[in-house]
């Protein structure tokens, strides 16, 4: 085999490899999704339960996100400035929650806030219910999407180093003025691909949630709860299909605009070096 | 400023990197801390910023005790070792981060920031980015940030040691220059020695931790206290049992009344030669003379040939 006929052959692979794995379930979600046209998609999506659903999922988010980032960014600063007793603890801690399956973490949840637990007990005689709310299903979204932005975070910035916050202090910068305007953005290609990583894992969680939400259409149904009970429950392919395609589009929509944002970043500061 | 530095220590667990150094560095003076790595030299300078805390001792600037007193309000200009520039800001924000800090107007931050630029030779990269600069020119960048806050005292870790010789050889001789030019009493840390001679009016060697010798260049090369300090500052030879310079040495026709022997090798590096000679009592020194000095011996391998220390005039 020559080189050419190597390279290709390679790239024939690669692209079967992909096609079969993502391009071609896909695509035909998009197909399905339109299969009765745009109108009845339409419809689909602009049910009162798919509303509610994809609006649960856009608040659940606009929570977990904000909150799994700052805790990620405080994280990485404090692992990446030197060892101490327990740092290597508080990383495995950060990794349990992907490591094992999002079912245990809702189990998990379920036992530590049900009546039976005793912390539980104590909160329900308090008036406070976790499980079967929105609390629960916050919880459980940032418990699974907990490390994405530590584990994105952290190798860009002990490869950055702390030369440039030395260089800052000896200016004459304080610590506030040090984190927003050379640490943050030193790191923020990081930062960027960690909150990318949590926004699609956030959006899609199904175990963990499903296991804490009780599953109430319209109340707590999150929008993969409520494409399984519409394809499992309801043999509502169409409508399925038409949540699918928007929750895909969501996560697709975010990372090309990260992709695309690195693209231009590189061409200023790198290609001209 | 002068800078004086009082029993100061730092040990990492039990080894001491700086180990008690006391000493004086003089108002205006262009010192070299020079030392091999693993000496402490950058440690040294990193507790004078205040980006190390010491152990011991004190860190005195112009009178005032600065040992508690934190990096930022030290009004220290630092160059790191690998220039540490901001990589998301232009080179014209980079100069004025300082100033920034220090809520200047605006007008006279880019007045500031025009001059700096054209100081350090950076004109018309006032908008590049650090990525886009060679080596040299971050160099220079980095000078001008540190030079902006109008420092009392410049420190330099390894000013010259990320670029390629010739830049280098250029850029030794531009910051002596501009030294002479802004008169800052700077300190910059290096472990090339020609590069110290060349650059500082005061040397301190620095060995585990410890000063060896501080003093002016030609003194300490000419007068060196310790058998370290004669290692290290320029090449030496065993003659008779003793380490001497091998420009102190001569060859001499073998009736002379020298030790005997034979030229074992020549090196001939441009305008220095480098004789070995192998001599009866066993030894083999090396000697070593200009071009023009060779020409006249005409010696070659296996020559009998005498060595013997110059006479000094």
Known sequence: MNHTTRKWSLRLVVIL??????????????????????????????????????????????????????????????????????????QLAFDIPVAVSPIIIGVSLVLAYSRIGWFGSWLASNGIQILFSPIGIVMATMAISLPYVLRSV???????????????????????????????????????????????????????????????????????????????????????????????????????????????????????? | MSISLSHLTKRYGKDAVVDDVTVEI????????????????????????????????????????????????????????????????????????????RKQPKDVIDAKVAELIELVRLDGKAKSYPAQLSGGERQRMALARALAIEPRVLLLDEPFGALDALVRTELRQWVKELHQQIKVTTILVTHDQDEAMEVADQLLIMHDGRIEQAGEPTELYERPATEFVHGFLGPTTLFKGVSVRPHDLELVAPSEGAIEGTVQSVMELGFEVQVTVALSDGSTPWVQMSRN?????????????SVRERAHH
Not at chain 1, 20 to 26: A, E, F, I, K, Q
Not at chain 1, 28 to 36: P, V
Not at chain 1, 49 to 77: C, D, F, H, W
């Open chain 2, 26 to 101: 003089p108002e205006s003076s262009l010192t070299a801390v020079l030392g091999p790595s693993g000496s402490g030299k950058s440690t040294l300078l990193k507790l004078i910023a205040g980006l190390e805390r010491p152990d011991e001792g004190r860190v005195i600037i112009e009178g005032d005790d600065v040992t508690d007193v934190d990096p930022r309000h030290r009004d220290i200009g630092f160059c790191f070792q690998h220039y540490a520039p901001f990589r998301h800001m232009n080179v014209a924000r980079n100069i004025g981060f300082g100033l920034r800090v």
């Open chain 1, 154 to 273: 952290l190798p860009v910035l002990i490869e950055v180093g702390k030369d440039q916050e030395d260089a800052a202090r000896t200016l004459g910068a304080g610590p506030f003025r040090t984190f927003w305007q050379v640490t943050l953005p030193a790191i923020r290609w990081g930062v960027l691909y960690g909150v990318t990583l949590t926004i699609a894992r956030t959006l899609g969680e199904f175990g963990a949630v499903l296991v804490v939400s009780g599953n109430i259409t319209g109340k707590t149904q999150t929008l993969p709860i409520y494409i399984f009970d519409a394809w499992d429950q309801n043999f509502d392919t169409v409508g399925a299909f038409a949540g699918a395609l928007v929750l895909a589009s969501i996560s697709i929509v975010a990372l090309i605009i990260l992709s695309t944002l690195r693209a231009r970043e590189r061409k200023l500061h790198v290609d001209l070096a």
């Open chain 2, 293 to 305: 000095e060779f020409r006249t011996l005409t010696v070659d391998v296996d020559s009998p040939i």
């Open chain 1, 17 to 90: 490899y992909l096609g079969l794995l993502v391009g071609l379930p896909v695509g035909y979600l998009f197909i399905k999704a339109f299969s009765s046209g745009f109108h009845a998609f339409w419809i689909e999506v602009t049910k009162p339960n798919a509303l509610a659903a994809l609006r649960l999922s856009g608040e659940v988010a606009l929570i977990a996100v904000p909150v799994n980032t700052v805790v990620g960014i405080g994280a990485a600063l404090l692992l990446a400035k030197r060892k101490f007793f327990g740092s290597r603890a508080l």
